[in-house]
């Protein structure tokens, strides 16, 4: 007999829903302040080394940011998806889209790595490690410092979020959500397109201009 999913403190899985609705969208939205925070910071110093950002934007290579986009819009359209067939009760087919979307974070994550070992060989690295002899101008290393931070931070969110769902995707897949109550994949859906999202800001900041 498969337990309810209803929480001994709510009264329904209506109220318990909402809760936890809620409860998502105040941790997006500080997560949302967080990032806003970074790129603020980096509008900052964009301004005061303008030339200096401008040829170390130049210096990374823009495919890496282009494939890593389209990668992560892909796993965002994989993610509603699954959500659609949960809301249908296809917890099967839920798991399996899941699954696909997981595929798409390790291929991001994988090309994220590829593209970072670049950069250490150029040398292209925060503070006083920053060794790239084809752009010394004041404020180069601080441009990879903020570089490394605000997607390093990013990454963690990807493996937080595919971790998310190859947890939330194998639960479905066993059956632990109906069409009547499937919030948790609303939920993990809702911090993956939150992921894609912040990639979507950060690629034409750091990458393009």
Same mark, same amino acid.
């Given at each position: 007999m498969q337990a309810s999913p209803l929480a001994?403190?709510?009264?329904?899985? #209506?109220?318990?829903?909402?809760? #936890?609705?809620?409860?998502?969208? +105040?941790?997006?939205?500080?997560?949302?302040?967080?990032?806003?925070? +970074?790129?603020?910071?980096?509008?900052?110093?964009?301004y005061l080394y303008s030339d200096a950002f401008a040829e170390a934007s130049r210096a990374i290579e823009t495919w890496f940011g282009l494939v890593n986009t389209i990668i992560l819009v892909t796993s965002?359209?994989?993610?509603? +998806?699954?959500?659609? #067939?949960?809301?249908?009760?296809?917890?099967?087919?839920?798991? +399996?889209?899941?699954?696909?979307?997981?595929?798409f974070a390790i291929a991001f994550l994988a090309l994220k790595a590829v593209e970072y070992s670049h950069h250490f060989q150029e040398g292209q690295l925060p503070g006083r490690y920053y060794s790239f002899h084809e752009l010394q101008a004041p404020g180069a290393s601080l441009f990879f410092s903020l570089y490394f931070l605000i997607t390093g931070l990013h990454g963690v969110h990807v493996i937080v979020g595919m971790t998310i769902l190859a947890v939330v995707g194998v639960k479905a897949a066993r059956g632990k959500y109906t069409a009547a109550y499937h919030t948790p994949v609303e939920l993990a859906g809702l911090y993956w397109h939150l992921v894609d999202l912040i990639w979507i800001f950060v690629f034409p900041l750091i990458y393009l201009v």
């Open positions: 001994h403190h709510f009264e329904n899985i #209506e109220k318990q829903s909402h809760a #936890e609705r809620l409860g998502m969208w +105040l941790f997006l939205a500080s997560e949302v302040l967080l990032f806003t925070a +970074l790129f603020a910071a980096y509008a900052v110093y964009r965002s359209f994989t993610v509603a +998806l699954g959500l659609n #067939e949960a809301v249908k009760g296809n917890g099967k087919k839920t798991g +399996l889209w899941f699954a696909v979307s997981v595929a």
